[in-house]
Nanobody, 123 residues
Framework: QVPIVESGGGLVQPGESLRLSCVAS????????MAWFRQAPGKEREGVAY????????LYSDSAKGRFTISKDNAKNAMYLQMNNLKPEDTAVYYC????????????????WGQGTQVTVSS
């Protein structure tokens, strides 16, 4: 059983917003550094946003800065990605990952991934 499940993706028009959710089971999400990644067709998986376990420090990719916000709800054992002013280039499958060790931007640093949720931005 995959301990991470993402949801909230969909088809939106440019400029619209979406909120992705990532719910963890079998572990306490707040105990781990977590991140959102995305992967577009034919491209490598890339880090979008990161949130630390210790103090909630957040980091963003250049493409996400100013438009995306990562957050957690410990009571729900969940993490979110609020995405505003979406652009066609944001179209991708978005994944939630649990950081094991290493730089947050590197996919190999993660030990668990969800199944992903599709985000499509098109007019």
């Amino acid at each position: 059983q995959v301990p991470i499940v993402e949801s909230g993706g969909g088809l939106v028009q440019p400029g619209e917003s979406l909120r992705l959710s990532c719910v963890a089971s079998g572990f306490i999400l707040d105990y781990y550094n977590m991140a959102w990644f995305r992967q577009a067709p034919g491209k490598e998986r890339e880090g979008v946003a990161y949130i630390s376990a210790s103090d909630g420090t957040t980091l963003y990719s250049d493409s996400a800065k100013g438009r995306f916000t990562i957050s957690k709800d410990n009571a729900k054992n969940a993490m979110y990605l609020q995405m505003n002013n979406l652009k066609p280039e944001d179209t991708a499958v978005y994944y939630c990952g649990r950081l094991d060790r290493g730089p947050w931007e590197i996919p190999h640093s993660y030990d668990y991934w969800g199944q992903g949720t599709q985000v499509t931005v098109s007019s």
